[in-house]
């Protein structure tokens, strides 16, 4: 299975891109990752930005993946949660996984629709960037519950 971790921008806190990168670079020990960064359509009206930024966000991904989108309102797992979700795909032959994070706007309502599974990494209102830094820990850290590594103590 593959994961394909799908976002508006690039990461330009560098002190973030270094710390996606690490998780990424740990990730490809056990599934074979890929990242698209869409580019930001620009504008201040939000409906049309998230319009745009969902037209492209959609571009990036194939018929068959199993979407999985970032949004407040998306289900809380926790860590042995997203372990056992992740496991779930793997064991039933899901190709590929995209996970989705969209910009400052939110995502549009047609993308939302296409999800397989809302997901919120917590009640906390985080930046998009340590939103990315968060969610590849995060699938990181369910590999090695899956593996039975000793990084995550519960």
């Known amino acids: 299975m593959r994961l394909h971790f799908v976002w508006v921008g690039k990461t330009k806190d560098r002190r973030c891109a270094g710390l996606i990168e690490e998780y990424l670079d740990r990730i490809r020990r056990f599934a074979p990752v890929e990242v698209s960064e869409i580019r930001e359509p620009g504008g201040d009206d939000p409906e049309q930005v998230m319009r745009r930024e969902g037209a492209r966000l959609s571009a990036a991904i194939e018929n068959d993946d199993l979407v999985v989108i970032l949004d407040e309102k998306g289900a809380l797992m926790s860590s042995t949660e997203l372990a056992g979700f992740i496991q779930r795909q793997q064991t039933s032959g899901t190709k590929r996984i995209a996970l989705i994070i ?6 549009d309502e047609q993308l939302k629709g296409r999800a397989d599974q809302l997901l919120s990494l917590s009640r906390f209102t985080l930046t ?3 939103a990315r830094v968060v969610l590849t820990e995060q699938v990181y850290r369910a590999f090695t519950i899956l593996a039975g590594f000793p990084y995550h103590k519960v």
């Open 102 to 107: 969209g910009g400052f706007a939110g995502i």
């Open 128 to 130: 998009h960037e340590l």
